[in-house]
């Protein structure tokens, strides 16, 4: 398995300012996902990001309103930009393992609340 | 495309009693199947998975699944619920063209009476 930490747990943010998430994984990984969690709903996926290579982002998400980082295999992070009360969401980081029998398995971190006023 | 149907969106059930939560998928070839769980302010812990090979899959918690392929289920079973089982249950197919990006359902939100 892995143990994932994302900072910050929460936070409250103005509409128009940006919150930069991180996400720290305690092993070296492949691929690691940004999913977006709003209320009452379930995950949606808003990227993938591989070391090395631009982020792949999925349909109705774009870099310039989220733009990611993977500076290496342990750590990635998530802005949201130009921030809305629509944005106001549980932000989670996954990660897929490097081989071993955890290979197929994503494990997710603890998620950043974010509320925007 | 692929998708993911839990129907229900609120179960509850009595402590002690035995616990069913629906998932249905749709993939064109063998999906990786996955049933996820989350507490109120925590991330998703994985329950099990299945990936291929014997189709009941047994996991933590006393959790178990099935993998039915005529009837594209893959349904979460407990024969005793405990009350610390209440949390929201997702069910979710990995794509395995697609680097086993998930596609997760809308989540099944279990509630424990005692």
């Known amino acids: 398995s892995a143990v994932i930490s994302q900072k910050p747990s929460r936070d409250i943010c103005q509409r128009g300012t940006s919150l930069t998430i991180q996400c720290q994984v305690d092993?070296?990984?492949?691929?690691m996902f940004w999913y977006r969690q709003q209320p009452g709903q379930s995950l949606t996926l808003i990227a993938t990001a591989n070391q090395g290579s631009e982020a792949t982002y999925e349909s109705g998400f774009v870099i310039d309103k989220f733009p990611i980082s993977r500076p290496n295999l342990t750590f990635s992070t998530l802005t949201v930009s130009n921030m809305s009360p629509e944005d106001s969401s549980i932000y989670l980081c996954?990660?897929?393992?490097?081989?071993?029998?955890?290979?197929?398995?994503?494990?997710f971190g603890p998620g950043t609340r974010l509320t925007v006023l | 495309a692929q998708s993911v149907t839990q129907p229900d969106i609120h179960i509850t059930v009595s402590e002690g009693a035995s616990l069913e939560l629906r998932c249905n998928y749709s993939y064109g070839a063998t999906p990786y199947l996955f049933w996820y769980v989350q507490s109120p302010g925590q991330g998703l812990q994985l329950l099990l998975k299945?990936?291929?090979?014997?189709?009941l899959v047994q996991g933590i918690k006393g959790f178990e699944a099935e993998f039915k392929r005529s009837q594209s289920s893959f349904n979460l079973r407990k024969p005793s619920v405990h009350w610390s089982d209440a949390a929201e249950y997702f069910c979710a197919v990995g794509e395995p063209e697609y680097g086993n990006k998930l596609v997760f359902g809308a989540g099944t939100i279990l509630r424990v009476k005692s």
């Open positions: 092993s070296q990984v492949t691929m």
């Open positions: 996954s990660v897929r393992l490097l081989g071993g029998i955890g290979y197929n398995e994503q494990f």
């Open positions: 299945y990936f291929s090979g014997d189709t």
